[in-house]
């Protein structure tokens, strides 16, 4: 059976049905990350979205389409966090229940605002225990819909549409970026807006951005087949630990990505602490990658026009302040 | 002698000044907060602009017509640490010496920020020493220009081109705001955004927002004479404690300000916190107090449309990680 993937008409159809709950966020530019680059940055600031990352919008469009009568139990998903939160606050809004499969060291905030938004929150084991057989049991049982944080042609769209909002943001000042950095855990956010962004503009690169052990998507984009990661947490980007890339994500991600960059757990810190200090933006570790490959010089930026996707800003207040060296 | 006001043209031409030189900062409007007021909120984010303050604006506009021959020592200004960012980031793009007279009791990033921008940092105290004469002494030996924090008609149709820019993404999203909440030191902001707004939107009404303790002007509209605030310190909203409101300010103010709303610091707290976790936006105290008149019903946003302006986001890790008791 071949792939059902994302297509720019899929995307611009998520847009239409995501636009009344979308917040709008902007793609800013600032002097103080344009002198450290040596060239124009814009930051696409999707920690600003509803619940605080990008997820929202892949979830709620796949949501609003599930078929209600085959799935009376609502939805099921598995999440570090983000999806969590996207998938809990797309249900509600649609009025449909959601329960969410977490890890038990997920950050506290996370979980909390998972169940803030009306989520049922499910702990696991990362290392013990596998999520996808846990969250496939209670689909079962409770005759719910899988919502999958990233494997999805339909969640894809969603996430594509903020590719979208980059080539039509950044058309109203006048600039056609050279590259687009995208953070990077399954590949559907880089997936879904290298789609969107090189169907108006083909010779800008999509680049994913990775933390260093958990660089996936890389290893496979050069392999050419789907790589694994050999540890299954470790790094501070909790919001980016998937295991590999999708089937569909890689399929997509083979058509569209140019490759990938990696960060250190070092470098987003200092990006985090860059985000604070000069651009008063909050960000968590998994959503500050694009700007810790811009301001780490992962990419050459000087004399060009580049993208950053800021993809979340769910951070614990005692993670910001140890990384601020306030706690 | 009249006091010389600013027009709305010259706020204009003070935009067409600044603009290359701004950050486009959003009219941002979240769902999370449009909840907890019960209308539509939209923050006009000045914490985004360059130097993480609206102050910019005035100080560029003002420095930028300086008599260069007249005055060969370049500008000096007293400032709590925002004007101060501001007049020597604006002097130094504009190729000419700042000098800025600081309370030796201003947050350390603020001092660490304005020597960043290329300013040179002179200490007072708040309580024993008189900056505005430490000022004028600078002026006369460097023959330099003295750029005043507030009461001046160039400064106040700088901050006014915030207004401008209000009104017209307001428009674009199909907004006419009921209410502009506009945090007020010694009043250029509100002025400048009140004589702006009210231009376009003559039934618009724009409300300043002060600190307890802090509310000269709050009390001055209401008596209809400059008053003045007991105290010169005592609140954690270091940029709002200007003495009295100036001359021009005040005349400004008696023209286009509805009045003023007063909030408690631990409203503040509130809205730093609330703009941290929900908004994830960096905002210090002095620049949250009109997020702070919202969410602690000082106004009535409940069927209306308010803008709120966040003026600042220059807070210490140490501070914030305080506010969210991670310290």
């Known amino acids: 059976m071949s792939l059902r993937l994302p297509t720019i008409d899929d995307i611009r159809e998520a847009h239409e049905r995501l636009r009344p709950h979308l917040v709008a966020t902007p793609l800013l530019e600032h002097p103080a990350l344009n002198e450290r680059a040596g060239g124009r940055v814009l930051l696409k600031c999707e920690n600003l979205q509803r619940v605080g990352a990008f997820k929202f919008r892949g979830a709620y469009n796949k949501i609003s389409q599930v078929d209600r ?18 998938v809990a606050a797309a249900a509600t809004l649609l009025g449909i229940k959601s329960a969410i499969v977490m890890p038990a060291d997920a950050p506290a905030m996370k979980v909390a605002r998972t169940k803030a938004f009306g989520g049922e929150v499910i702990a696991y084991d990362r290392v013990k225990e596998d999520r996808e057989a846990i969250a496939a049991r209670l689909c079962g049982e409770r005759r719910a819909a899988m919502v999958h944080p990233f494997d999805d042609w339909q969640v894809m769209a969603g996430q594509g549409t903020v590719g979208l909002e980059i080539v039509s943001q950044a058309a109203a000042v006048g ?18 807006i290298a789609t969107a962004v090189k ?43 998937a295991e590999t890339p999708g089937e569909t994500t890689f399929a997509v991600g083979q058509q569209v990505l140019a490759g990938g960059l990696v960060v250190s757990d070092d470098e987003v810190r200092d990006a985090i602490r860059f985000a604070f200090a000069d651009l008063k933006l909050v960000v968590e570790p998994g959503g500050a990658v694009a700007l810790a490959a811009v301001l780490a010089r992962r990419y050459p930026t000087k004399g060009r026009t580049t993208v950053a996707v800021i993809s979340g800003g769910n951070i614990d207040g005692g993670m910001l302040s140890a990384i601020l060296g306030a706690a």
Chains 1, 2 share one sequence.
Do not use: K, Y
């Open 69 to 86: 009568a085959a799935f009376p139990g609502g939805v099921v998903a598995c999440s570090s966090g983000n999806h969590a939160q996207g």
């Open 175 to 192: 600039v056609a970026p050279d590259a687009v950095l995208v953070a990077c855990s399954g590949g559907g956010l880089a997936g879904g």
């Open 199 to 241: 169907a108006s503009l083909p010779t800008t690169e999509i680049l994913t951005v990775e933390p260093e052990g958990f660089d996936d998507m890389a290893r496979s984009l050069r392999s050419g087949r789907r790589e694994r990661n050999a540890r299954l947490s470790g790094s501070i980007c909790d919001a980016l630990l």
